[in-house]
Structure formats: structure tokens, C-alpha cells
């Protein structure tokens, strides 16, 4: 099985002047000039966002593409999944993402290019769709529990840090049952996974964090993970 990196917030879209985590990405493919295939289903195939995607990876010393439903590029997605590299996931509303990518069966090509060693990575909804559930504000008006695709174990929440209403959410989650055991993480921090285990947590800021929550009785215990800020130090 290959990496899957599930960034909680940052990379090209939120962190235009600072690619290290997209760097971070490219790098794990092993490849000098990595094919990467940003996938924009959580956006609805947002123009602006692909357009974004291309001007800060043609900077990148990569062969970038797009995986768009609206409309597909081929009727043949497995084969132009299985061509590239690395995929990487947008952000936007994670309940469409999954019920399209089922719709697609992009699911079902997109474990198989994990398990034949290709790079799986991510922002927000990117990020979480790869975990059996997740954290998500896909339906408006509230925090709540959205249904992932399983490649990993347990739940994650991104924008950890970002958005005031994710860690009281992910808590209260937890507390009611709601949800299980799992990961958070702040935006500017990705949790490397190779295979299903986490190999280790980097960051785009020197601030960012990652942690595991867990359910104890009727309160949730919070633990920091150790993190590698990317950048320079001092």
C-alpha cells in the first residue's frame, strides 16, 4: 500500500506563498517528475480551483492533471487513475465527494491504486474522506458525522485549529457516541499515513499541530501528537 497524506488545511489553496506541504507531497512518490491528478469533486469541479491547482504546481517540478465529474476526462477513469502518481484530493463538501466518487466507482479504482502503491493526499474533505468516518460541516448549520470510505481506521477532523466550531464539535461527537475514536488535525499540519499506519506528522507552520481523541467514559482525552515543522527553524 501507498502514503496517504491528509492534510488538515494548507497546501496550494490556503497557503499559496508557502509549498511545503505540497512539496512534502510530491517528494513521496519517489518520482523526479511525478504525474500528480488533483481531484476536485468536493468543489463541485470549481473552475477557480482548478485553475488555482495548475498555477502553483506548474511552479513544481511535476506533470500535473485533473480528475473532473463535471464532466470526466475519459470513459475509461480507471486506466487515468492508474496512470498517474499521486492523487490529490480538494476540499468543499465531503457527503457529495463520497456518494460521487461511489457513483463512479472511483472508490473502488482509487483503492486499487493505493494498494498497488500510488500517493493518496488531501485538504479537509480530501483529507477525511480516506477515514471510515469523519468531521464535517457538509450539512449546513452544524458539526456532524459523515461517512468516509474506510481506507484508514476511525474518524478525522481537519481544520482543527481553523475554524472555531471543529474541536467543541469533534468533542461533543465523541462524547455523545456519535462517532469514534480518531484524529485531528490543524490547519498547516498532514498526518502521514503509509499503508494504514501513521508513519508521522509534518508541518507547513512552525505552530501547527496534529492530535488523537479518544472517548473516556463520558469525557474525551486529547493527546498532541509529535510533529516535523518542514521549514526552517529559529
Given at each position: 500500500m501507498g502514503p496517504i497524506i491528509a492534510m488538515g488545511g494548507g497546501g496550494f489553496s490556503m497557503e499559496p506563498e508557502n509549498p511545503l506541504l505540497d512539496q512534502y507531497v510530491l517528494k513521496q512518490s519517489g518520482k523526479k517528475k511525478p504525474k500528480v491528478c488533483f481531484v476536485s469533486t468536493a468543489s463541485g469541479d470549481s473552475v477557480d480551483y482548478i485553475r488555482r491547482f495548475y498555477r502553483a504546481f506548474k511552479k513544481l517540478d511535476c506533470e500535473p492533471s485533473r480528475l473532473t465529474l463535471f464532466p470526466p476526462p475519459t470513459s475509461d477513469l480507471e486506466d487515468y487513475?492508474?496512470?498517474?502518481?499521486?492523487?490529490?484530493?480538494?476540499?468543499?463538501?465531503?457527503?457529495?465527494?463520497?456518494?460521487?466518487?461511489?457513483?463512479?466507482?472511483?472508490?473502488?479504482?482509487?483503492?486499487?491504486?493505493?494498494?498497488?502503491?500510488?500517493?493518496?493526499?488531501?485538504?479537509?474533505?480530501?483529507?477525511?474522506?480516506?477515514?471510515?468516518?469523519?468531521?464535517?460541516?457538509?450539512?449546513?448549520?452544524?458539526?456532524?458525522?459523515?461517512?468516509?470510505?474506510?481506507?484508514?481506521?476511525?474518524?478525522?477532523?481537519?481544520?482543527?485549529?481553523?475554524?472555531?466550531?471543529?474541536?467543541?464539535?469533534?468533542?461533543?461527537?465523541?462524547?455523545?457516541?456519535?462517532i469514534g475514536d480518531g484524529v485531528a488535525a490543524d490547519d498547516g499540519a498532514a498526518l502521514h499515513f503509509l499503508g494504514k499506519e501513521l508513519k508521522q506528522v509534518v508541518t507547513s507552520r512552525p505552530r501547527a499541530k496534529a492530535y488523537r481523541l479518544q472517548r473516556r467514559g463520558d469525557r474525551v482525552v486529547e493527546r498532541e501528537l509529535e510533529s516535523v515543522y518542514l521549514g526552517e527553524k529559529g
Open positions: 487513475v492508474m496512470d498517474k502518481d499521486i492523487i490529490y484530493v480538494g476540499g468543499g463538501n465531503t457527503k457529495n465527494l463520497v456518494a460521487l466518487w461511489k457513483a463512479w466507482e472511483l472508490d473502488r479504482i482509487f483503492r486499487k491504486a493505493w494498494e498497488e502503491g500510488k500517493v493518496l493526499a488531501g485538504i479537509s474533505a480530501g483529507a477525511i474522506c480516506w477515514f471510515e468516518e469523519a468531521v464535517t460541516d457538509s450539512v449546513p448549520g452544524r458539526i456532524s458525522r459523515v461517512e468516509g470510505l474506510g481506507f484508514l481506521e476511525g474518524s478525522a477532523c481537519p481544520h482543527f485549529d481553523g475554524q472555531e466550531e471543529r474541536r467543541p464539535g469533534f468533542h461533543r461527537l465523541l462524547r455523545e457516541g456519535a
